[in-house]
Nanobody, 126 residues
Framework: QVQLVESGGGLVQPGGSLRLSCVANGITADYTAMGWFRQAPGKEREGVSCISRRDDTTVYGDSVKGGRFTISRDDAKNTVYLQMNSLKPEDTAVYYC??????????????????WGQGTQVTVSG
């Protein structure tokens, strides 16, 4: 049983930064990818960024392209990070960490990601 625990959310002003962490307790080598997803009230779940556990390939959702967000991984700590800079009010959402053991997964929809954390709230407000 893999358990994902997110942390690092909070309240930040527009233009500020946060770093989210996801500790993947009990994760094994057959998990192929990790990802960050978010869901705001009244909106569908959105893929933010995903990273391969095999070759470090990364992808970013359309809403965060342009270098604002960076996903990274520390295998020694079983941890995935999401560095968020230049935050905007529209980034406000519950952010979820997820893990995939599928050979193919979809960072946009979350298909293939079978294990999810409880979420951490990010609020960007002046």
């Amino acid at each position: 049983q893999v358990q994902l625990v997110e942390s690092g959310g909070g309240l930040v002003q527009p233009g500020g930064s946060l770093r989210l962490s996801c500790v993947a307790n009990g994760i094994t080598a057959d998990y192929t990818a990790m990802g960050w997803f978010r869901q705001a009230p009244g909106k569908e779940r959105e893929g933010v960024s995903c990273i391969s556990r095999r070759d470090d390939t990364t992808v970013y959702g359309d809403s965060v392209k342009g270098g604002r967000f960076t996903i990274s991984r520390d295998d020694a700590k079983n941890t995935v990070y999401l560095q968020m800079n230049s935050l905007k009010p529209e980034d406000t959402a519950v952010y979820y960490c997820a893990a995939s053991k599928a050979w193919r997964s979809d960072c946009r929809s979350g298909v293939g990601y079978g294990t999810w954390g409880q979420g951490t709230q990010v609020t960007v407000s002046g």
